[in-house]
């Protein structure tokens, strides 16, 4: 769209409003208005249709409580803008204002062109002796990309919200591009965008592994890192945000941003929520020496936390160099317009926060009472959307798992640890397994939170996928340039004999026996699975545990290998194990169980066995060898039935023949992971459960309750 301007640009602004910020076009004219508590004045800059020539600079008039604003009259959508910041340049004191950069407004929607990496991004002389207390006078527009006005009105009156509950929800972490890249079905210029979410092909594998929420990476504007660049690669992940409300262009199919809200409504026609990865615990301007770009620009001392009595010094509890500044009333405002208009505006059901303990940091450390979490969680928007948070980073008591607040949930490690631990042998944890199954209540079951907060996951972008969790024992990161030094150096990991893919049918055999039992033990255990795209066929990177760079078949989904018997395989056991959860309420219990409440028939809620039928000892839990486990859950379902299913796992290299306790009654085994093809079968009281196996049975019929 071009530029839309009626008259000849004007000298000086109308006052306009403070309200809202950024900018709103109203139908006759933009309001501007952006946050800066430091500067001493702010200019709007205005660029052709190209983006290539600045035609007019125009001071904001007006400033109201520390937010500078103006009003152009007869402008439109697609207007192209930028600003500059006048102020002190005192890096020592924390103030970093340089006019000749080109500001990015942190409320754009919308940007035209990419970041061009050269020195005149940065305030200051790189290379200089004085590094970046020197001064650079050079203009940073050429290479900047200009915020564009947008007018992005949707109708979403005849859109319906799925509105899962979280104890039924069951998400499915994916990557934009990666998800359909290589997807045939999807048409070619359709495939890595957003109009590929939103393609029949896409939502019928969702619906078919029985997806209810799509977990997607950043879509963020984000910025391709410079280092990167010039090694060839790329921010496949785009963990490193340029506009907090303006969509990734690089996913674009066209040159319409309904294009995402399009897919957005047409996976909630399907049952399906959107969910996104969002980065709000930093920016791309890395620390004191990276480029000014937007907010070092606009109020370094407002926007990022500074080293105390050392504000020359960005505070670097996010191991990316800056950290945004929760504490400030305005950042925060920053954050949670951007959250309301992806919610609003674009339709998203929810957010997982990068890095989440971050925005729960106060000066004295993390605080689960912060002003951000009481902000989002009584917003009316806010608050009733799916909240999930990443509970650690790298600063100062940087893991906080189980201590966010009520209303959000939180990736669980422990789980995906545990589980991995558990499956590939590792002596001892027996007790620590039993505690991730029922819903890990040792961490979650504190101010009335429920299963659900606990996200649990058996892997995520950041680390092995599933098959190379029992494919490789060590990292395979030489792709990236770093010398294979890069990403986790201990991954739970065991490769079953041979490092990689191999021909032998044993090794093979036993690699899909033990993901399918890590899957049947994911979807088994109370709070909220979390599937990583791929997962459900056998995707491999490779050994690669930190593709963050790869933009390329390393991390793309490999829809051939899905294909293959193999790949259809696991899909279906997938499909079948998602199904049991639907079925079965108690897999997905919504309160935590303890064994105390009997639903009927003189069976607990929650009963745990050991291969011989016999309740375990306060010595059996301690028993380090102790490899096999039966976990026993009991409830009564709508029609006022009496649903009991078990979980058997046999984490030991041998067969386990299971004893079933008591009451005696004939059984269905529902899933076997050592036998995927294997229907449902009746049994008696004893069931041998194959080496690394998993097994869910349930009894037959409907038990009244005879008390």
Known sequence: MGVLILHSLPDRL?????????????????????????????????????????????????CTDEVWHGYLPDAGPGLLYGYRAHGRYEPENGHRFNPNKLLLDPYARKLHGQIKWTDALHGYKVGHPKEDLSFDKRDSAPAMPKAVVVDDHWDWSRDTKPNTPWSETVIYEAHVKGLTKLMELVPPNERGTYAGLGHPAVIAHLKRIGVTALELLPIHSFTQDRF???????????????????????????????????????????????????????????????????????????????????????????????????????????VTDSLRYWATSFGIDGFRFDLGLTLGREEHGFD??????????????????????????????????????PGFAEWNDKYRDTVRQFWRGDAGQRADLAARLSGSGDLFDRR??????SINLLSAHDGFTLADTVMYEERHNEANGEDNRDGHDNNHSRNW??????????????????????????????????????????????????????????????????ATPEGQTQIDFVARLTDLRRRYAVLRAPTFLYGQDTPGQGVNDIEWWDERGQQLSAEDWQNPEGRALMMRRASRNAAGELDVVSLLLNGSPDPVTFHLPPPHATRIVLIDSAKPDQGEVEIEDAYEVAPQGAVLLTWTGAFEDQA
């Open 368 to 405: 689960p009472g912060a002003a951000f979490f009481d902000v989002v969680r009584q917003d009316p928007v806010l608050g009733r959307l799916k909240l999930m948070a990443e509970p650690w980073d790298v600063g100062p008591g940087g893991y906080q798992l189980g201590n966010f607040p």
């Open 497 to 562: 004999g041979h490092e990689g893919p191999t021909d032998d049918p044993a090794i093979n055999d036993a690699r899909g026996r033990v993901q399918r039992s890590m899957l049947t033990t994911l979807l088994a255990s109370l709070g909220t699975p979390m599937l990583v795209a791929g997962d459900e066929f056998g995707r491999t990177q490779q050994g690669n545990n930190n593709a963050y760079c790869q933009d390329n078949a390393i991390s793309w989904l490999d829809w051939d290998a899905a």
């Open 14 to 62: 109308d006052a306009g409003s403070p309200y809202p910020l950024g900018a709103t076009f109203d139908g006759l004219g933009v309001n501007f208005a952006v946050y800066s508590a430091n500067a001493d004045a702010i200019e709007l800059c205005l660029f052709d249709a190209t983006g290539k020539r600045e035609l007019k600079r125009i001071a904001l008039p007006e």
């Open 228 to 334: 990167l660049q010039e090694k060839g690669l790329k921010n496949y992940w785009g963990y490193n945000t340029l506009g907090f409300s303006a969509p990734e262009q690089a996913y674009m199919a066209s040159d319409s941003q309904d294009e995402l809200r399009r897919a957005v409504h047409r996976l909630h026609k399907a049952g399906i929520e959107v969910i996104l990865d969002v980065v709000y615990n930093h920016t791309c301007e890395g620390s004191e020496k990276g480029p000014t770009l937007s907010w070092r620009g606009l109020d370094n001392a407002s926007y990022y936390r500074l080293v105390k009595d050392q504000p020359r010094y960005s505070i670097n509890d996010t191991g990316t160099g800056n950290t945004l500044n929760l504490s400030k009333a305005r950042v925060i405002q920053m």
């Open 448 to 453: 009335s939170r429920r299963p659900w907060a």
